[in-house]
């Protein structure tokens, strides 16, 4: 799945980050050291989703109670276009 990318007209910021050397090694394995930068943007920006969803579920849940298991089956077959 494809992340969306900033508007071209934002600005990017060079950050420096220490990552174990073995994730760097994987990573640039399937990017080459060009595609690195591009990589980790969209694990941020994925990650970022990720952790959005799981606030909206969050507050959701502190506000109604827990999903049912009848409510989490729905969302999975809405999910999976069933």
Do not use: C, N, Q
């Not at 910021?13 to 943007?41: M, N, Q």
């Amino acid at each position: 799945m494809a992340i969306e990318h900033a508007p071209a007209d934002d600005a990017t910021v060079k950050k420096s980050v220490t990552i174990p050397r073995s994730l760097a090694r994987e990573v640039e394995a399937r990017t080459g050291a060009r595609g690195f930068s591009r990589f980790v943007s969209e694990a941020i920006a994925h990650a970022l989703a990720l952790t959005k969803t799981r606030e909206i579920v969050e507050d959701y849940e502190r506000e109604h109670g827990p999903f049912t298991a009848e409510e989490i089956e729905e969302a999975r077959r809405a999910w999976h276009g069933e």
